[in-house]
């Protein structure tokens, strides 16, 4: 009885944990970004910055971990040239997923950032048969065909209330394409940091550092900065610092979830995620959505919640076969 409540306990923390990172790290982006309270027109400074506080805090945990290796285990900071050269082609398509997400929530509401960048899925699908040449079932087809029926209904009830942003729905598309091109190159580039996530985000991060001080200089937000008003407003780094350290522990919670569950259940969990943080941001910001507005996110939200079902279950329907092969291999 004990085992399993703790167990259970284990579970729920990992849940309730990812679900306050996630949500809070896109309330703090968004005051960040757009806050009337700030007004700093600088998107890729605050996240430039964001990925110095990710690189300082691989430095403290590798540091930590050679006190306490056994209690904590991380990848000791050790920065090989050729090793980042290598991942720099990631890291060039992780600096425009990050920008893409900040920039498609700078100009949407956080109700309905989620929606704007549902189409993540379908370009997995889309990416995963160009690049890859795998077949995708009708099931998972029709799945994505909701979502983006889904977003289509959400575009349009944005529109009609007057609140679309034309340029954050195309940063929104723009991120999810960048999303679904990093999660396929990740499989490729892992094996040049030993498979170890963790390394590949300290040296996703220290590139990201290098490749963000050209883009700066090129929009001219240093100037922006240099001008700002609440530069030297302790609060201000607070929350620029609070959004580093939330999408650093994003990176850990996801992959805790995923530990004491499974996929299918984190990607349950994300899909009820995006549910509360649209209703969430819906009262906070005292908004008022059509009924139609909320059955594009409904639809959005069951097409993503299908599709992992599915993938899941063609998943476990794969590796039945395959284990059915090896032992006829082995009888024979």
């Known amino acids: 009885m004990e085992t399993y409540l703790s167990k259970l306990l284990v579970v729920v923390f990992a849940v309730t944990s990812y679900w306050f990172v996630s949500i809070t790290l896109v309330f703090v982006n968004k005051y960040l970004l757009s806050s009337d309270d700030l007004k700093l027109n600088a998107p890729l400074f605050i996240t430039w910055y964001q990925c110095v506080v990710t690189v300082a805090l691989c430095v403290l945990l590798s540091f930590i971990a050679k006190l306490f290796p056994n209690k904590i285990t991380f990848p000791e900071f050790r920065i090989d040239h050729a090793i980042s050269l290598k991942v720099l082609p990631l890291s060039i398509?992780?600096?425009?997923?990050?920008?893409?997400?900040?920039?498609?929530?700078?100009?949407?509401?956080?109700?309905?950032?989620?929606?704007?960048?549902?189409?993540?899925?379908v370009f997995n699908?889309?990416?995963?048969?160009?690049?890859?040449?795998?077949?995708?079932?009708?099931?998972?087809?029709?799945?994505c065909a909701v979502i983006v029926g889904g977003f289509y209904l959400g575009v349009d009830q944005e529109g009609s209330m007057g609140s679309l942003s034309l340029t954050g729905v195309l940063f929104g598309i723009s991120a999810s394409v960048c999303v679904s091109l990093y999660s396929i190159y990740?499989?490729?580039?892992?094996?040049?940091?030993?498979?170890?996530?963790?390394?590949?985000?300290?040296?996703?991060?220290?590139?990201?550092?290098?490749?963000?001080?050209?883009?700066?200089?090129?929009?001219?937000?240093?100037?922006?900065?240099?001008?700002?008003?609440?530069?030297?407003?302790?609060?201000?780094?607070?929350?620029m610092t609070i959004g580093g350290i939330f999408g650093f522990a994003i990176g850990f919670f996801t992959g805790f979830q995923i530990k004491v569950t499974s996929p299918l259940t984190h990607n349950v969990s994300g899909t009820a995620k995006a549910c509360?943080?649209?209703?969430l941001a819906t009262t906070y910001f005292n908004e008022v959505k059509t009924s139609l507005w909320w059955c594009s996110n409904l639809t959005v939200l069951f097409g993503s919640f299908g599709y992992a079902y599915v993938r899941q279950r063609e998943m476990k329907m794969a590796h039945v076969e395959e284990k059915k092969e090896t032992e006829s291999v082995s009888i024979k």
């Open 93 to 121: 398509i992780f600096v425009a997923m990050i920008t893409f997400n900040n920039l498609c929530l700078m100009y949407v509401g956080v109700s309905f950032y989620y929606v704007g960048r549902s189409l993540t899925t």
């Open 125 to 143: 699908v889309i990416f995963t048969y160009f690049l890859l040449g795998k077949k995708t079932s009708l099931p998972t087809i029709l799945c």
């Open 186 to 239: 990740t499989k490729k580039i892992l094996p040049v940091v030993d498979d170890d996530i963790w390394k590949l985000t300290m040296y996703n991060n220290i590139n990201a550092c290098v490749l963000f001080i050209p883009l700066m200089l090129l929009f001219g937000e240093m100037n922006e900065v240099y001008n700002f008003k609440n530069l030297l407003n302790l609060s201000f780094w607070f929350y």
């Open 276 to 279: 509360a943080q649209t209703v």
